[in-house]
């Protein structure tokens, strides 16, 4: 614990109408002059950097590029892999796990140890490793690189230690599973196919072993050619070579019959009693034409063949279309019998797979349902039905529904949010979903201890907004709104909307919620800002729409006469309200003929509108045209439920609204603002000719020089983010003749605008991108009719404090170094029914600064952040306290005053991938770490802290990653997350009865270890593969030990596993006595029908 203490030097600024001198020791100092009663700041800071550690918590949403899926049958759980090496594993809600290979190639495919805990992935870098699933946070145990050869397919068969490797040139490799070794056993292309036959037959497509015997592998080539392979005797059962290149195979479960999937479109069967020709050749979607030959169709890339006790087997295959179908969907085609059912999918298939009710390829399968793996979502079709019904998916998967533009995050709401709105968001839910339990339900989670309310906000590129419970680690939407429903439906081609962003005219930039008030502001990228109530009954309304002009130029010099025409230039007078701001739609009279002028971008819906339970749109501000430009686009914004009142600000100016009142306050150029105390000698310029292109989603504001940011775009990121051009500041005392002065950030609160001021008034906090701090205080009537009636008066600018760079936070403590919070409204339902005996009326809470204050004396520190530094200011005085210089060669992208462990401090993230956190009032370092060395545009502009040492940020268009900087979280995290593995026994083989088993080529008598050994195959090529132990190795296991398996759970299962050997070996130890029994009864009746004869007679 350290004490701080500083005793103030007793210099002062000067009045704002002063002159400010160089901003260099952080307060500007003018005449020092001494001050009454030099106070003394004593807060106990209680922080210290063991408190902090930044660690990934969770990731939610749908896996961005996705390319490969696998099951676990017993454990019930789903894995998916990505082209950037991810992999998502998925069980029960709750259940929900992200691994990450360091090398990031794409997963090509994935194979679960079944019921081991285990999981194979195989990458484009050729390396196979195993993952280790026995504990909450999955490590790889193992890794082998292939040096010479291009891994193409894999195959593990059930309860075997051997996984089957295909590669390029077209030879199959084996591996042991436990040591990851390579076996010296190869099956080589060329003693595969024929020797008579001149072509390679192409790379590995398919491996599996006959159901009817382990010791028969089957190796399907791309190029057509199927060999069935006899691991003991190593030489080929059979050869097919078949004209069209092969994609799938899939056994019958009897294994007498496979089927394969072409490039044609067609499927073959072929029976295993004659493979010089299929047994059948169907082209499920190809129709005979008219001349007689058929329609060619596109490729069936996969096919599944299930048989089912009760009915006709499933043929179950993506693709097979005919090409003359143009614009068809994707499908996924479902052959019962003679019953086709053709699926259509919203996005391209990339992978399929049939869930069964055995593990066991050699029993009848009865398949209950079929995962489809799409390039945008997750489906589940429900195959016990008929109509195929879709499960309803419990994952949130629709994060990306329409492009994330903006995120907000919320730890420790009020406890009654999450219900209410979950209860108004149930009722759009959408219906037709199959009634029976999601399938893929493996795993176990519980609501750990440290569990809080959390509200997760989206703004999306089609003007939806999305409210999601993010409480206890997991995502779950309650809530959904549609911004764009406020306004009439753009006709296409018309209107300014078109010119302004023909894409996405609702796109949602930022988002302001109260959730004690539940009042709740849209910023969207057509230069306009929607106010919406709570309210839990339906109404009538009519949206009230205010238009403010806030365009202008450095040099215009306004005259009276030009007021009465740009009353948005005109400086209000302390006392006097200006509710002539709120402009008449009709273009002005002064503009010269075809530009447009005084028109907003898009048309508020003008009638009254019957609007659902819910948050209820009540104002709607528009930005004008002015002289053919279109507005620019809106860089900052704050709310104040207690004072009733709203401001924002962009490139040009500030203007404040008063939402009670529905009139426009305060619009003036950023310029105007600060009156005589402007601390920039400006050179004035040329008006502005070229028209600024606003369709950049993601601009945020415009500074003085442009500073490209690092960053790493795959080549298929999104065009919207290409347009993210954000410029930096890297000087603060010359201004270049092109500069416009942005508003970056504004906080209403309670405040000293003046050093004069003995007591707190309401305050607007002004930051701009030339690191100017302003201070506009207010005069607001308190009594409930007054403030309903007259008007709120805006006092001549205050305070001017300086920073480098642009300003991107406020933040304010009591002089005991506590957060003060904003004053607020509580919430009240304007449209519930009137009760005569409680009438209703605004109840504010208010949290003065001068309340917790007896002990050290009026005044409060002020936080404030920029993107180079960090200042403490002690009001009313102005005197800097603290200054810490975050960064030199990098900037801020996001600051937050938060709260963790019943302190506060300041949380950084910065453009080159740091996190940092700083004590307050102190501004000393705690944390700073290199979290992503590559910051792209998407996690700058969706990158937020929140209280409780939470952040979050997009980590890929469709995925949120959650992150905390909480050592407690850390260390708690291991009980929070869900447990992947739970011991299940394996489900028991059908009794095959023993004269199938003694005479039909028993699986069991085929001992893999005999043939792949060291002993039998010997050792293989060094240089073909490299071993690599994995990471996870012993560390892992001890992990594994403290989750809630734990050892003496090992321990039971590795005793069921033994006694279940000793069982079997006791079973085959009957049956060899069995047989012996009735080989000798056999060898005696022989021996007695032999006895007589004589040599000759035989």
Known sequence: MKKFRKVLDGLTTSSPGGTVGSPSCGSAAGTPTAAPTPKEIDVQETLVSENFQLCKTVRHGFPYQPTALAFDPVQKILAVGSRTGGVRILGRPGVDCFCQHESGAAVLQLQFLINEGALVTACADDTLHLWNLRQRRPAILHSLKFNRERITFCHLPFQSKWLYVGTERGNTHIVNIESFILSGYVIMWNKAIELSTKTHPGPVVHLSDSPKDEGKLLIGFESGTIVQWDLRGKKADFRIYYDEAIHSVSWHHEGKQFMCSHSDGSLTLWNLRNTTKPFQVTFPHGKIQKDGRKESCKPILKVEYKTSRNSEPFVIFSGGLS????????????????????????????????????PYNNEVQEPYAVVVLLEKDLIVVDLTQSNFPVFENPYPMDIHESPVTCTAYFADCPPDIIPILYSIGAKHKKTGYSQKEWPIAGGTWTLGSHTYPEIIITGHADGSIKFWDASAITLQMLYKLKTSKVFEKPKPGEGRAAELVEEDPFAVQMVSWCPQSRIFCVVGISAHIILYRFSKYDANTQIVSLEVRLQCEQEDVISPSENENNPCFSEPSPHSPQPHHQHPASPSSGTPEGLKDSIPCLKVKDRVVRVPPGYQAELVIQLLWVDGEPPQQITSLDINSAYGLLAFGNCNGLAVVDYLQKTILLCLSTLDLYGAADPYQRLTRSPRRNRQSTSGLTELSDNQQSVDMERSKSPTSESRENSFSRSRSSSVSSIDRDTKEAITTLQFGESYGRKSDALPTPCLWVGTSLGVVLLIPMSIPTDQEERMEEPVTIGPSGAVLMLKGSVLRFGFLDCMGALIQSPHEVWRDLNAPEDPDRPRRRKLVNFSPSSSQDACGEGHLAVVCSERQAKVFLMPSQSCLFVHNITESSFVLRADVVSVYNSVCLACFCANGHVMTLSLP??????????????????????????????????????????????????????????LFTPIETPEAQNRGFLKGFFGGNAHTFDREELFGEAAAGKASRSLAQHIPGQGGMEGMKVAASGAVGELARARIALDERGQRLGELEERTALMMTSAETFSKHAHELMLKCKDKKWYQF
């Open 922 to 979: 102190s501004l000393r370092p705690l944390m700073d770490v290199n979290y992503l060395p590559l910051t792209d545009m998407r996690i700058a502009r969706t990158f937020c802290f929140t209280n409780g040492g939470q952040a979050l940020y997009l980590s890929s268009p469709t995925e949120i990653q959650r992150i905390t900087y909480s050592q407690e979280m850390c260390d708690n995290l291991q009980e929070m997350l869900g447990e």
């Open 323 to 358: 090409y003359d179908k143009a614009g068809r969907r994707p499908t996924l085609t479902i052959m019962h019998g003679k019953a086709i059912t053709v699926l259509e999918m919203d996005y391209p298939i990339v992978e399929f797979m049939a869930l069964c009710e055995t």
